[in-house]
């Protein structure tokens, strides 16, 4: 029964409370219903999709921009002062195609202070963002990127 309610939580707040245009109606399920930790300044934009509840930190003056998908089931740390632009991807878990019934790999994903990730980029699990880093439009981030680093394509 207790999967039914947390399924039910993840349909409420991706169909119904991403889109409401309320941004302190949206923190406040964010914070009290879905368990994220979300500090204080920091703004998520309307239609943003979330793959479950808790694991999801995110520091002070930070930005998530509208349509971006937060993936936290394998942890999801995004920092303070962090610029997320639209439709940006964060994943945590991938699948061991190696094993039989390919089972779930979760893989912390780590995006340090005063990181500015450009539209439709993704972030692969078990990727860390160093401190400053600019990971362009469209980046595949496979693998960790060095403090100040400017990273496009598939660094």
Not at 38 to 48: A, E, K, S, V
Not at 73 to 83: H, K, M, Q, T, W
């Amino acid at each position: 029964m207790s999967s039914f309610f947390s399924e039910l939580r993840l349909y409420l707040c991706n169909n119904f409370i991403a889109h409401f245009p309320s941004h302190t109606v949206r923190l406040w399920f964010y914070r009290k219903v879905m368990k994220f930790n979300i500090g204080t300044g920091t703004t998520i934009f309307m239609n943003c999709k979330f793959d479950c509840a808790k694991g999801l930190i995110i520091g002070n003056n930070s930005c998530i921009n509208a349509n971006c998908r937060l993936d936290s089931r394998g942890l999801l740390e995004i920092g303070s002062n962090v610029s997320v632009s639209e439709d940006v991807i964060f994943l945590t878990a991938d699948h061991n195609e190696e094993l039989l019934g390919i089972p779930d790999r979760e893989k912390k994903v780590s995006i340090a202070d005063y990181v500015w990730i450009g539209t439709r980029a993704m972030i692969l699990p078990g990727v860390n963002v160093s401190k400053g880093a600019v990971v362009a439009a469209g980046a595949v981030v496979t693998k960790d990127v060095d403090q100040l680093a400017v990273v496009g394509g598939v660094p």
